[in-house]
């Protein structure tokens, strides 16, 4: 099952509007990270949040983290038609999986941004 | 440096046929991994590796080997291809970066299998 699941699936906005998605996870985390994936193309790390901070900058992201909802949001100001893309958050699982120690990164199934020129 | 590289970028296979996907990353990293990504499932870790000579199994571990024997390097092979292992096959190799680990991925395989 998916520790990480964000909402929406998917997000059309204007050139300029804000774009927000949220993340939901079950388990205690030690961070989140949020990446973007362009299509047919790699991931790229955007963000990363620890879970003893509460928001988080950077550039035209913002990151919040609420530990006691167990849910993340990435807020994306005055975006533009190249932020077109799908971002996924990732958790790190805390030994979900056999000898993981701290080194595991668990991704939901992605929102699909798309900004519209 | 050329960060995590993977090859192929594409692959078709006939059931049954076996193959070998290869990953590299010149930054050192200790940690290594590999995930497959569906439409509509996001990333599922096959298995990964927290050293050499080190792997264990991901969340969908089935259908598939590896082997870690140099910290650059970490293929993964499929045994008996399946159509189930249609898919996008990404590596990654994760390092600590100003005190956090920052995980960085390959552009991808797509394998095609029929």
């Known amino acids: 099952s998916q520790q990480g699941e964000e909402d929406p699936q998917a997000l059309s906005i204007q050139e300029g509007e804000n774009a927000t998605m949220n993340c939901s996870y079950k388990?205690?985390?030690?961070?989140l990270q949020w990446y973007r994936q362009n299509s047919g193309r790699g991931l790229v790390h955007l963000i990363l949040i620890r879970s003893n901070e509460r928001e988080k900058h950077s550039g035209r992201l913002r990151v919040t983290l609420d530990t006691s909802k167990k849910s993340s949001s990435l807020l994306i100001t005055a975006s533009r038609a190249a932020d077109t893309a799908s971002y996924f958050c990732?958790?790190?699982?805390?030994?979900?999986?056999?000898?993981?120690?701290?080194?595991?990164?668990?991704f939901g199934k992605g929102t699909k941004l798309s900004v519209i020129p | 440096n050329a960060g995590v590289t993977q090859t192929p970028k594409f692959q078709v296979l006939k059931t049954g046929q076996s193959m070998t996907l290869q990953c590299a990353q010149d930054?050192?990293?200790?940690?290594m991994s590999w995930y497959r990504q569906d439409p509509g499932m996001g990333l599922r870790l096959i298995h990964y590796s927290v050293g050499a000579g080190i792997t264990d199994q991901g969340e969908v571990p089935n259908g598939y080997n590896v082997s870690r024997s140099t910290t650059e390097d970490f293929p993964l092979r499929l045994l008996s291809a399946a159509p189930s292992q249609t898919s996008v096959y990404f590596c990654a190799s994760m390092g600590r970066t100003k005190g956090f680990l920052e995980q960085y991925f390959g552009p991808g395989t797509r394998l095609t299998v029929t």
């Open positions: 930054m050192n990293h200790e940690y």
């Open positions: 990732a958790t790190d699982a805390r030994g979900v999986y056999s000898g993981a120690g701290s080194y595991q990164l668990t």
């Open positions: 388990t205690s985390i030690n961070n």
